[in-house]
């Protein structure tokens, strides 16, 4: 099934399902390794659907502390119920690269409506390497009345910000202060779509830090990716001695190992069968990695400590490579903004001059083929960590042509409008992504997921072989695949009607999802698509063919549908190829493309008809 996915927000005027009523935030940078962060909210929740902008979340760790919390609810009838800060659940969490020790949180459970007020401060300590982010609207469907951010600093504190919808930054300067502020008033409802622009194009959204900063015990700079990854170099230079015992080993496993290529695929298949991924984030607010020491030890790290342990094995081979660091949702990183809060994640990058290509190495999920950018990597931009500091670059994109899907399913009718499938489902770059590791899943799971693209239902599904090339890096044109043989029953292939049958053109293959309702965001395909299905349909006995649907051919600035019938020998062929490509298009043009998908669905759902 080709999806769409929700990927941002956009601009309604349907009636809210909550309002910000007041959202205050301001900081104090107090010293270089001490500030602290007050917000105060009020929130009126129209219904169930508004609770989720009423949600109250505030990460805690070495470096943040929560010091008070209050709020109440105030119900239409006069109704009042205190919130105290005992009234928080705790949990324990720990995500992407920097990870907090705990989440404190609340979300009021009062029948709507209510107004929801609250205020709480936290204290951060230990350093301050960047300063709370603001984002007043956090859902859809909520109107914002008056929203402000006032960062608080020293006179002199150079800063780096990121900022969208917040309007112009004023700066006031006394008693050796600076105070910059930000106000937001009156801010439309927003909603989500399929295929959006990024959030942070739509709302209001202020994020900064200091140029210069103490942190844990550490000084560093970060204007600009240079400095930043200097700094971040320095704690990592003393992570990577390995045990001489696994020197030694590594140095015997590549021992008849004929180029860099071959040593390389041998170290990570040794760090596949010996590791596994953990989320731990400790020491430095989960910037620091663990040593590759504690990694052998143990057997396990994140993804900062694995890719820096793969980058120590193949140090001690006399391989170089670069640990870098990246956002896998976002393909671009905020301009002018050279921080660690918008990374989640980090990997590593072995040139191979001699190809002329880059080897980029999943360490948390060793299973990825060698070599492949995957589609969480692919295109974007990145931070390579070098003795000299960050290289901001990008990581090349394959062409859309090889990301494809291609399925030839023959079918054997019988009069009464069952069939017998023969499927062969073949899966090029980042279509091939989900098959990894198919052949080691569970028959219930293959079944499942083999079914999941298909509009039959099936019965008796038998998988006859899976077929693979993840091992096969060959270069840069290296594109991964995966085949699979299966065939399947069903008892409601054609509907029968009389001396006729009607028989789906593409059973197999789902269409495109497009919204009935009318358009408020602009049109945004990030990604190619390529499906290419091919569906041979053997007559029953005693019937011939009746009818058969035109060709269809759609052209479009998005992607082209080709949708084409064969007949010959009692045998119906079936060809429709789908091909979209990344696309940006003004929210006036969606009718077009809601047009384009209706076309194709139809086509898809079509059938030709036979006679007795």
């Not at 929740?45 to 008070?68: C, H, M, P, R, T």
């Not at 970060?222 to 045990?243: M, T, V």
């Amino acid at each position: 099934m080709l999806s769409l996915l929700c990927c941002g927000v956009a601009l309604s005027a349907q009636e809210p399902d909550a309002v910000v009523l007041s959202h205050e935030e301001s900081f104090v940078l107090q010293s270089p390794v001490a500030g602290r962060h007050t917000v105060k909210a009020s929130i009126l929740v129209n219904n169930k659907d508004g609770l989720e902008q009423a949600e109250v979340g505030i990460y805690g760790d070495a470096f943040e502390s929560l010091v008070s919390f209050s709020g109440e609810i105030v119900t239409p009838s006069g109704g009042r119920r205190k919130v105290r800060q005992k009234d928080l659940e705790t949990f324990s969490v720990s995500t992407g690269l920097v990870g907090d020790n705990q989440l404190s949180y609340y979300c009021p459970l009062e029948s709507c409506p209510f107004t929801f007020t609250y205020e709480y401060t936290v204290q951060y300590k230990n350093g301050v390497i960047v300063f709370p982010s603001f984002m007043p609207v956090t859902a859809e469907k909520v109107r914002l009345e008056k929203a402000s951010f006032s960062l608080d600093v020293p006179e002199g504190t150079q800063l780096i910000s990121f900022t969208a919808n917040a309007g112009a930054e004023q700066v006031a300067t006394a008693k050796g202060r600076s105070v910059h502020t930000w106000q937001v008033e009156g801010f439309a409802p927003v909603v989500y779509e399929h295929a959006m622009p990024a959030l942070t194009e739509l709302v209001p959204v202020v994020m900064t830090a200091p140029v210069q900063f103490k942190y844990s015990g550490t000084e560093g700079r970060q204007g600009n990716w240079r400095e930043y990854g200097s700094w971040l170099y320095s704690l990592q230079k003393d992570a990577g001695e390995l045990p001489p015992a696994l020197s030694t080993r590594l140095h015997e496993l590549t021992r008849d190992c004929p180029d860099t290529v071959s040593k390389v695929r041998a170290v990570y298949q040794f760090l596949r069968d010996n590791t596994r991924y953990i989320n731990i984030s400790l020491g430095l607010g989960g910037l620091k990695p663990m040593t590759a020491t504690q990694v052998y030890d143990t057997g396990y790290g994140d993804c900062k400590a694995l890719s820096n342990y793969m980058q120590a094995m193949l140090r001690s081979l006399g391989i170089p490579s670069d640990y870098y660091i990246i956002h896998t949702d976002r393909a671009n990183l905020y301009p002018g903004y050279s921080t660690v809060g918008q990374m989640n994640h980090a990997m590593l990058a072995v040139p191979l001059p001699e190809r002329k290509d880059t080897l980029f190495l999943e360490c948390t999920n060793p299973a990825y083929p060698m070599g492949y950018r995957h589609s969480d990597a692919a295109g974007h931009q990145v931070v390579l960590i070098k003795p000299e500091g960050g290289e901001l670059v990008r990581i090349g994109r394959y062409p859309d042509s090889l990301g494809h899907t291609r399925l030839r399913t023959q079918v054997s009718l019988a009069p009464d409008g069952s069939a017998d499938l023969h499927i062969q489902r073949n899966l090029y770059l980042d279509d091939a992504e989900a098959y990894i590791g198919f052949g080691n899943r569970s028959f219930e799971d293959q079944s499942r997921q083999l079914a999941s693209s298909m509009k039959l239902f099936y019965k008796n599904l038998k998988i006859n072989s899976v077929k693979d090339n993840f091992d096969a890096y060959d270069g840069p044109g290296y594109c991964p695949e995966v085949g699979v043989d299966y065939s399947l029953e069903t008892n409601v292939y054609a509907t029968a009607g009389g001396d006729r049958l009607f028989v789906p053109l593409n059973p197999i293959s789902r269409g495109l999802y497009f919204q009935k309702s009318a358009r408020v965001n602009d049109l945004v395909l990030r990604g190619g698509f390529n499906l290419d299905d091919t569906i041979e349909v053997t007559l029953p006995e005693g019937y011939s063919i009746e009818s058969l649907p035109e060709d269809l051919v759609l052209e479009t600035d998005w992607g082209r549908f080709e949708s084409r019938c064969y007949a010959g020998d009692g045998v119906v062929t079936v060809r429709q190829r789908l091909q979209l490509h990344p696309f940006r298009a003004d929210k006036s043009r969606y009718g077009a493309y809601k047009d384009f998908a209706k076309k194709v669905n139809k086509a898809m759902d079509a059938k030709f008809v036979l006679k007795k």
